[in-house]
DNA sequence: ATCTAATTGCGAACCATTTGCAATAAGCTG
DNA sequence: CAGCTTATTGCAAATGGTTCGCAATTAGAT
């Protein structure tokens, strides 16, 4: 058993949960991957190791590893499924490129700082900040138009 | 003519669109409500003006005036439908409150900032950005804690 | 090894949204 | 104002992501 199946399974005995096949593969793979993944990507991460692994439990450990505090849910623009990936914390926003579609996170404190405005000039307790911001990345910025 | 409705005309007109109907009643709806609605909401709303104007119609006028930047879509929550309200600028945020479930504005100069420091800092140009904010407005707070 | 409840796989249901297509109507043009 | 062309509409069916009911399976306690 890996190290991250055991952090797994603390999570789930702790809330009175069981630790089966499917959630042990699907955590994998989240915890493994370093980008935004939808229920589908997992799925078929999932099924390499184990192809009797359902796409309905692959949606259920997610949604139980949502609340349970592990994985975080993302929409990353209208029209687009749900992504998932392993939880961090609300300062970490999403910075997304729309020429090369790259999804990338960026820590800074300007969330902190919002969340203390409205809390302190508003009355208004922030459980959850979501912030995406669309545009184009340094990169594609360069490629795309005609340097010196 | 409204004056509104002659705002959607130019508007149209000036990209090679019609005014038609379905579009007139479909913008009296979103440029006539504060809050944010969905396709349905709005739907049910032209249909008291003209029951004859269908769904889809009003996803397409929706998608039309989006792409024109009259209105803006955005999504609340994960497994929402999306909603609609006329266009607003990126520094008017939104604040949900998981309680009431009221969604408010909030303008502030946070955003700005956020965005004139991805741009100085690591090239990021920023064309869009979404952010929502959940958890407890003020008078919620209040009424659900025992206060001196 | 046994037992019980949680979990799964499966297929069908669901909901928001989109699409193809024939019928309609907006806004020229004369 | 009538005629014409093409964008737009209504309708119904398709789509795609996600959820659900239920019988079969399995984790973990005894």
Known sequence: MTESTRELRSALVEAGHRLTGPRIAVWEVVAGSESHLTAE?????????????????????????????LVRESNLGANEATHWELAHPDEQF??????????????????????????????????????????????CSQSHSSNT
Chains 1, 2 share one sequence.
């Open 41 to 69: 990507e997992i799925a078929e991460a999932v099924r390499s190791a184990d192809p009797t692994v359902n796409l309905s439990s692959v949606y259920r450990s997610l949604a139980l590893f949502t609340d349970l505090g």
């Open 94 to 139: 999403h910075l997304k490129c729309k020429a090369c579609g790259r999804v990338e996170h960026h820590t800074g404190d300007l969330v902190t700082q919002i969340e203390s405005h409205l809390s302190d000039h508003h009355g208004f307790k922030a459980s959850r900040v979501e912030l995406l911001v669309t545009g184009m990345c340094a990169e």
